[in-house]
C-alpha cells in the first residue's frame, strides 16, 4: 500500500483495511500530471470545473501530434477504479497500454477524477439509501469542456474503465447516449437498475471479462472486494449483460467466434471473442471471454505478490486491453448510417484456430 494511501485513510476505518487493500492493488501511483500551459499545451493538462457548487477536476493527455496537425479529434474518457484515480489509471491499473495506444492512434485521453475516488455507477446498495454524486452531469461538463477546449470531434466521444470505473462507462452508455458513441468496460458488467432503462440512441459496447474474476462474478451476483465484505451491489452475468445490448442495438445475427492464439501459456488464460455485429446504426456488441482471467487488466502484466494475485486474479497477457479497446471504440463513431469499419480483435495480429 503507498505512503499516500496510507495517509488519507483515518484510523477509525481500520476495520475495513482489507477491503481498502485489495481496491487500491487496482491502481499504482504515477508522476503528477501537469498543470495547463501556453498554446499549443503541454501534453499533460489538468483542468477544474463547478459541478454542483463543487469544483471537480479531470486530466487531459494529449497525443504528441495534438500542436502540430490541427484537426477535429476523437477523445477517450478513462474511468479509474474505485479506490483510485485518473492519475494512476493512466499508468497503474492499465499498465500504461491505453496511454501508449491513444499517443499511437493520435487520440485525446481524458481522465476525469471521481469523488473521494469512486464513481456513482448506478449500484444503489454501495450508498445505502443515501443519494450519490451527479457523476453523469460531471461527466457531461467534462465532455462539453473538453471539446471545446481541445477541438474534440463530437461523433467519437467514447469511454472506457475497470471495475468502478467499468460500470460508470456503461451507465454513461445508457444515460448519455446521444453523446457517448461506444464503451469498453473491463471487469465490469450491466446492474439491474441500469438494465432497468433503455437508453436513447444505440451504443456500441465492449466488454472485457475474466471468468475467474473474484470481485465482479462472471455469472453474474454479488460484487464484494473479498470473500467476507459486504456486498457492493448486484451485476447481471455478462451472458445477461450481452444479451441487454443485442436487444437494444437490435443485433440478430448470431455471433462470429474466434479464438485467439495462446501467445503465452504461462500465465493460464486464454482468450475468446464473440462479435454480435449488424446492429442499428452501425452498431455492435463484442465480448472480449478472458478464460481463466481475474479483476485485470489484460496486458498489464502479473502482479508480483502473491497475496495480490490471490485477492486480484490472473492478469491476462494475451492481448493488449488497450490497443484492442482503442480500435474498437475508433472504429464506431456516432453515426445515423454508416457501417463501422472492420476493428482488430488482437494488438494488430488477428489469429484463428
Avoid at 487520440?107 to 469523488?115: D, R, S, T
Avoid at 471539446?147 to 456503461?170: C, E, K, Q, W
Avoid at 447516449?177 to 469498453?184: D, F, G, L, M, P
Avoid at 497477457?317 to 476493428?343: C, N, Q, Y
Wanted: charged share 25%; net charge positive.
Amino acid at each position: 500500500m503507498s505512503r499516500q494511501f496510507a495517509q488519507e485513510t483515518p484510523r477509525k476505518k481500520a476495520l475495513f483495511t482489507l477491503p481498502l487493500i485489495v481496491v487500491t492493488l487496482l491502481v499504482c501511483e504515477t508522476p503528477t500530471i501537469g498543470q495547463e500551459g501556453s498554446t499549443p499545451p503541454r501534453p499533460d493538462v489538468t483542468r477544474t470545473i463547478e459541478h454542483d457548487g463543487v469544483q471537480r477536476t479531470y486530466h487531459v493527455h494529449l497525443p504528441p501530434r495534438f500542436g502540430v496537425a490541427k484537426k477535429l479529434r476523437p477523445a477517450v474518457l478513462g474511468l479509474h477504479g474505485g479506490g483510485g484515480s485518473g492519475r494512476r489509471f493512466a499508468k497503474g491499473s492499465t499498465g500504461g497500454t491505453l496511454l501508449r495506444a491513444s499517443e499511437k492512434r493520435d487520440v485525446v485521453l481524458i481522465l476525469p477524477e471521481g469523488l473521494n475516488g469512486h464513481w456513482n455507477d448506478g449500484r444503489t446498495e454501495v450508498f445505502r439509501g443515501r443519494k450519490g454524486p451527479d457523476d453523469v452531469g460531471f461527466l457531461r461538463k467534462v465532455i462539453d469542456d473538453a471539446v471545446r477546449t481541445f477541438h474534440l470531434d463530437p461523433r467519437r466521444i467514447f469511454a472506457t474503465g475497470i471495475s468502478n470505473g467499468g460500470f460508470m462507462s456503461l451507465r454513461l452508455a445508457v444515460d448519455l447516449s446521444e453523446r457517448i458513441a461506444a464503451v469498453a468496460p473491463v471487469a465490469a458488467q450491466m446492474t439491474p437498475v441500469l438494465a432497468a432503462r433503455k437508453p436513447k440512441r444505440p451504443v456500441s459496447i465492449l466488454f472485457m471479462c475474466g471468468t475467474k474474476d473474484p470481485i465482479v462474478p462472471y455469472g453474474g451476483g454479488v460484487v464484494r472486494v473479498h470473500p467476507f465484505g459486504r456486498g457492493r451491489g448486484r451485476v447481471l452475468s455478462v451472458a445477461d449483460s450481452v444479451s441487454y445490448w443485442r436487444s437494444i442495438d437490435a443485433c440478430k445475427s448470431p455471433p462470429r467466434v474466434q479464438h485467439l492464439k495462446d501467445r503465452n501459456p504461462e500465465d493460464g488464460t486464454t482468450v475468446e471473442v464473440f462479435r454480435h455485429a449488424g446492429g442499428r446504426n452501425g452498431t455492435e456488441v463484442v465480448l472480449f471471454k478472458v478464460i481463466g482471467g481475474g479483476h485485470a487488466w489484460p496486458g498489464r502484466g502479473q502482479e508480483r505478490s502473491r497475496l495480490k494475485r490471490r485477492l486480484v486474479g490472473r492478469a491476462s497477457t494475451e492481448i493488449d486491453a488497450g490497443a484492442v479497446i482503442l480500435d474498437f471504440l475508433l472504429a464506431h463513431a456516432r453515426t445515423r448510417s454508416a457501417t463501422p469499419r472492420k476493428a482488430r480483435t488482437d494488438s494488430g495480429r488477428p489469429s484463428r484456430r
